[in-house]
Nanobody
């Protein structure tokens, strides 16, 4: 069974950067759909970005486009979310999710953007 273990996150000032990691195991890391979603306090889930490895395509929400970047390290079975120019509205708990139907979830990691 697939497992996702997240790391990264923390407290950063507005305009700063953070990188989230999502280390995957239990499946073949060469044909997958991986999504980052986030949940701000008191709000619902918000889609952030999705990578479709089999067609080498990445989509981003308008709210993060140009600031966030997905990348992968297949040797480490890891997907990253590089977050630059962070804003207070990016404060949320971030989850990596595997599968077209959000089948497997990481444990989540908190990102707080505050001065």
């Amino acid at each position: 069974e697939a497992q996702l273990v997240q790391s990264g996150g923390g407290l950063v000032q507005p305009g700063g950067s953070l990188r989230l990691s999502c280390a995957a195991s239990g499946f073949t890391f060469d044909d997958y759909v991986m999504t980052w979603v986030r949940q701000a306090p008191g709000k619902g889930l918000e889609w952030v970005s999705t990578i479709y490895s089999y067609i080498s395509n990445i989509d981003y929400a308008d709210s993060v486009k140009g600031r966030f970047t997905i990348s992968t390290d297949n040797a480490k079975n890891t997907v990253y979310l590089q977050m630059n120019s962070l804003k207070s509205e990016d404060t949320a708990r971030y989850f990596c999710v595997l599968g077209d139907e959000y089948d497997y979830w990481g444990q989540g990691t908190q990102v707080t953007v505050s001065s």
